[in-house]
């Protein structure tokens, strides 16, 4: 990090004030790898509902029906080891590329003293974020420009046999623009007020699931 503090006319009443800084992250926290450990194919999930409505052969003492009874389950899995579908798959970028998120923070401020009690700064402020860990869904539900619901999701998917394909990279950026005008009141006659107003635009290229 790097900054400077510059008194304009020598007279504490004006002064420009900037600065620059380098911020690395974590790549992804331990937890969302974690995550996955309870998914097929490290371990056997089965989930039924209402099995009498989509198997009359279903019943309480057999929830399976026709379905083939998973367990007990031989671990690690054969090859010839049924998955029930759709199965949630994650993976990671094929070009291995896992940096380390950098993000660049960047100011310069005018700062001038109105009365003993009141003073007002104008700063610009940006930053830029590279390496940005992203989540993007390889296996997206295609809308289909009508009668797309929460419901038929799973059958509007590419791969039906899936559900989330959930690709891991580092690929996302940020950039962030901002006008920040700040106006100070000090405690005096026991009042104390800040105001302040920022324009600023923010893009990124992260999608969002």
Do not use: C
Request: hydrophobic share 35%; proline share 7%.
């Amino acid at each position: 990090r790097l900054g400077f503090a510059w008194d304009v006319f020598g007279n504490a009443t004006t002064s420009v004030r900037g600065g620059v800084g380098m911020f690395y992250d974590t790549r992804m926290n331990d937890l969302f790898n974690n995550g996955w450990i309870g998914t097929n194919p490290f371990t056997e999930t089965y989930s039924i509902s209402n099995p009498t409505a989509s198997d009359s052969t279903a019943t309480f003492s057999n929830p399976y029906g026709k379905a083939t009874n998973p367990f007990p389950v031989t671990l690690p899995l054969p090859a010839t080891a049924p998955f029930p579908t759709p199965i949630t798959v994650i993976t990671f970028d094929p070009s291995g590329n896992f940096h380390t998120p950098l993000l660049y923070d960047w100011n310069l401020a005018v700062q001038q003293q109105i009365t003993a009690t009141l003073t007002a700064q104008v700063a610009y402020v940006g930053s830029h974020g590279t390496h940005i860990f992203t989540n993007v869904e390889l296996n997206p539900a295609v809308l289909t420009g009508s009668g797309d619901t929460a419901g038929n999701e799973q059958a509007r998917r590419i791969y039906q046999n899936f559900s989330n394909i959930s690709e891991s990279n580092m690929g996302g950026n940020t950039s962030f623009n901002s006008l920040q005008a700040t106006l100070t009141k000090r405690l005096s006659a026991g009042l104390s007020a800040t105001l302040n107003y920022t324009w600023s635009k923010s893009l990124d290229d992260i999608p969002y699931n």
